[in-house]
């Protein structure tokens, strides 16, 4: 497949047949990519290490009257150590908290490391549509263990 590229019969101007590709300026290309890239990497990832001091809050005191709120690994709501149903998880909380006002406050929700998402939010959803929006989720407290 070459061209011709001068008129008539041969001379220096002709030209072979040349069937190869010359990868030579692909390879360049991919070489500067390559080098560009590996440069580049380094740097978007952080590196920088910062010796953070300890945390030396004191601990919040507790509410005058603590409510928990137990959820168990099938779905069942507990109100302190009362059984409760999702439909009536507002009036039993209600009945614990007293005269107070549900905004005021402060449920501490205790759910088992089982129980399932959709129990969990359905339980949040009713706290929110009876007023109790300070909510507190209680945890093992494994930070003397090693």
Do not use: C, H, W
């Amino acid at each position: 497949m070459a061209a011709k590229l001068s008129g008539g019969g041969g001379g220096r101007y002709d030209v072979a047949q040349n069937a190869s590709i010359n990868v030579t300026p692909f390879v360049d290309v991919m070489l500067v990519l390559l080098i560009i890239f590996m440069v580049a990497a380094p740097l978007a990832s952080v590196t920088i290490k910062v010796a953070l001091p300890p945390a030396a809050a004191k601990a919040a005191r507790k509410p005058p009257k603590t409510i928990y709120l137990s959820i168990k690994k099938d779905g069942r709501v507990f109100v302190g150590d009362n059984a409760s149903d999702i439909d009536t998880l507002g009036d039993d909380l209600r009945k614990a908290v007293g005269a107070g006002n549900p905004a005021n406050e402060r449920i501490f929700i205790r759910g088992d490391q089982d129980v399932l998402y959709e129990s969990f939010m359905g339980v949040m959803n009713k706290l929110q549509d009876n007023g109790f929006y300070s909510v507190a989720l209680v945890g093992e407290d494994k930070s003397g263990l090693k």
